[in-house]
């Protein structure tokens, strides 16, 4: 409920230019983790501050030729720890590219069993076996982070 109604409430005013940092009074029982997760949650989502890496899905549709539920929890649990990255994980190559323009990373299905690795908006890799394409995805993070 708290993170409705301050989503709500805040984001829009940080989506107006209204404000650019917030504060969530606890009147109930949850804890302090809770409230500053929320907070933070809010201020990534105002493009305010980043505290976490951030994640760009498509919902699926018939053109999605892998488990993309399956896949977004593989990648975040490899990629979780990457403060301030935005991976987008598309479902196919028709609508993905768009979708997750403003990326930094994209993994997108490019056919049966088959994946696509963007850097930005450039396709840097394609038709990688999907069971290899996650870590092929953390090797071109790790790449880049390193100067390569």
């Given at each position: 409920d708290l993170q409705i109604k301050a989503a709500a409430d805040m984001g829009a005013l940080i989506f107006d230019g209204l404000c650019d940092g917030i504060f969530l009074l606890n009147q109930g029982e949850l804890s302090h983790a809770v409230i500053?997760?929320?907070a933070f949650g809010i201020l990534q989502a105002g493009r305010v501050r980043?505290?976490?890496?951030?994640?760009?899905?498509?919902?699926?549709?018939?053109?999605?030729?892998?488990?993309?539920?399956?896949?977004?929890?593989?990648v975040k649990a490899a990629t979780?720890?990457?403060?301030?990255?935005?991976?987008?994980?598309?479902?196919?190559?028709?609508?993905?590219?768009?979708?997750?323009?403003d990326a930094d990373y994209g993994y997108v299905g490019a056919g049966?069993?088959?994946?696509?690795?963007?850097?930005?908006?450039?396709?840097?890799?394609?038709?990688?076996?999907?069971?290899?394409?996650v870590e092929r995805l953390l090797e071109l993070i790790r790449n880049d982070s390193a100067g390569g």
């Open positions: 500053d997760a929320t980043t505290s976490k890496t951030e994640y760009i899905s498509c919902p699926g549709c018939g053109r999605t030729l892998y488990d993309l539920e399956k896949t977004i929890a593989r979780s720890h990457l403060v301030g990255v935005k991976i987008g994980i598309m479902g196919c190559i028709v609508n993905g590219p768009g979708e997750m323009a049966r069993g088959k994946i696509s690795l963007y850097k930005g908006k450039t396709c840097v890799e394609k038709n990688i076996p999907e069971e290899h394409a």
